[in-house]
């Protein structure tokens, strides 16, 4: 019923921007709850933006507020993330995730159902 694909992630220097996006092939985002995590580099994965489909409510962590945006289109049923001014710690993998039937965007990761394969972002100095 669901399966996500993450695209966008690239090799880029520090300051550029960068737009990921989620997209859902098998079920509409609509009633649910889509998020972003990154894990870096021998770390564990870190919530860092998330939205809720029917509210429109909007989660970001603190380190990317101001410099991250994340939306949504309801035709493509694809959920964007815009990275504008990118810094070398914001280098991870990404991931797109998604909590079905949720009232709420939450920054639990133990909330999300089905997660996607990830996509690579590397910034450089």
């Known amino acids: 019923q669901v399966q996500l694909i993450e695209s966008g992630g690239g090799l880029v220097q520090a300051g550029d921007s960068l737009t990921l996006s989620c997209s859902n092939s098998?079920?509409?985002?609509?009633?649910?709850?889509v998020a972003w995590f990154r894990q870096p580099p021998g770390k564990e994965h870190l919530f860092v933006s998330g939205?809720?489909?029917?509210?429109?409510?909007?989660l970001y962590t603190d380190s990317v507020k101001g410099r991250f945006t994340i939306s949504n289109d309801n035709v493509r049923n694809t959920v964007y993330l815009q990275m504008n001014s990118l810094k070398p710690e914001d280098t991870a993998v990404y991931y797109c995730?998604?909590?079905?039937?949720?009232?709420?965007?939450?920054?639990?990761?133990?909330?999300?159902?089905?997660w996607g394969l990830g996509t690579a972002v590397t910034v450089s100095s």
């Open positions: 098998g079920r509409t985002f609509s009633g649910d709850a």
């Open positions: 939205i809720h489909r029917s509210s429109g409510s909007t």
């Open positions: 995730a998604v909590s079905l039937r949720s009232p709420d965007v939450t920054r639990d990761s133990i909330a999300y159902d089905y």
